[in-house]
Nanobody, 119 residues
């Protein structure tokens, strides 16, 4: 079994910073994609930043220049550094990973962590 465990969500003021962490554990052969999605209140889930191993990282236009992904591939961990936070960044943030297990690719999601930005 594989688990994604997130941490780092909190309530912050406008202009503040947060760092989210997500660690994948379990029977993992390889991770192809790791990233972050978010679901604002009353809205659909959207991609924030997605990293394809050894290829590229793509950011939503709304977070470019403010958010940065980093990965610790040896420990199957991904981080999301969020700076200059805005009220519209308020959402539940979900970690995502596409993981190879016993020759099959699976999609996994974390349980979500709340980020609230207030003025």
């Amino acid at each position: 079994q594989v688990q994604l465990v997130e941490s780092g969500g909190a309530s912050v003021q406008v202009g503040g910073s947060l760092r989210l962490s997500c660690a994948a554990s379990g029977s993992i052969s390889r991770i192809n994609v790791m990233g972050w999605y978010r679901q604002p209140p009353g809205k659909q889930r959207e991609a924030v930043a997605v990293s394809t191993t050894g290829v590229s990282t793509n950011y939503a236009d709304s977070v470019k220049g403010r958010f940065t992904i980093s990965r610790d591939n040896a420990n199957h961990t991904i981080y999301l550094q969020m700076n200059s936070l805005k009220p519209e960044d308020t959402a539940v943030y979900y970690c995502y990973a596409r993981i190879l297990r016993v020759g099959v690719w699976y999609d996994y999601w974390g349980q979500g962590t709340q980020v609230t930005v207030s003025s």
